[in-house]
Structures are given as C-alpha cells and as structure tokens.
C-alpha cells in the first residue's frame, strides 16, 4: 500500500517562497507519476504539476514559470515562487502507478480522478 506524506506547508507573504516535499513508502518496482493539487475554498480541485519515474513534468498554466516539481526516488518537491494570494490552497501530494509500455517523456496527467493515491494535505496561506 502507497502512502504518501506531505510537509512544508505555511503562509508567507506575496512574492515569498515556499517548498513542499512528499515522501512516498510501499512502491513496488513499477513506474509511477506523482503530482501536485491545491484545492481553495469553493473551487475545484487543480492539478498544479507532475512529474514520471524519468523526471518528465508538466504544468499547469496558472503556476508555469514559478513552480518547479522535482523527484528524488521516492520522494518529490515543489519548490514554489513568486507567490500570489490566489495560490492559497490546501495542496495534496498524489500518485497513481503508470503502464510501463507508456513511451518515455510523455508527461503524467493532472486530472485527480486518474490518481489513486493521495496525502492528507498541508494548507499554504499567501496573503497580500
């Protein structure tokens, strides 16, 4: 069973920096995608970035330019920058194993429904 562990949540004032990290146990050898969604008050959820076992990444427009996903074996990062108030969310760090046949840099998706594992949060405050 995959578990996943969030930390490095906190508030911080615009135009501040904030990394979150994720810890990950109970992977097998398989080939896995982890990401990142915030989800704010009355909002939907968002898939903020992810990242495959080859280190491919992908964005989301909101967040291109500040926010740096990063993965060392089973744990992955997300360095953000430049924060804005709109960022404040709970974040949750989340994985779903992939098919292996899936050709090498194609980038993981950041559609929640499509992963299995998820942490229990950690809130990042952004005031203005």
């Known amino acids: 069973q995959v578990q996943l562990v969030e930390s490095g949540g906190g508030s911080v004032q615009a135009g501040g920096s904030l990394r979150l990290s994720c810890a990950a146990s109970?992977?097998?050898?398989?080939?896995?995608?982890m990401g990142w969604f915030r989800q704010a008050p009355g909002k939907e959820r968002e898939g903020v970035a992810a990242?495959?076992?080859?280190?491919t990444t992908s964005y989301a427009e909101s967040v291109q330019g500040r926010f740096t996903i990063s993965k060392d074996n089973a744990k992955n990062t997300l360095e953000m920058n430049s924060l804005k108030p709109e960022d404040t969310a709970m974040y949750y760090c989340a994985a779903y194993r992939r098919v292996a046949s899936v050709r090498a840099g194609t980038t993981c998706s950041r559609i929640s429904d499509v992963y299995r594992y998820w942490g229990q949060g950690t809130q990042v405050t952004v005031s203005s």
């Open positions: 109970g992977y097998t050898n398989n080939r896995y995608c």
């Open positions: 990242i495959d076992s080859d280190g």
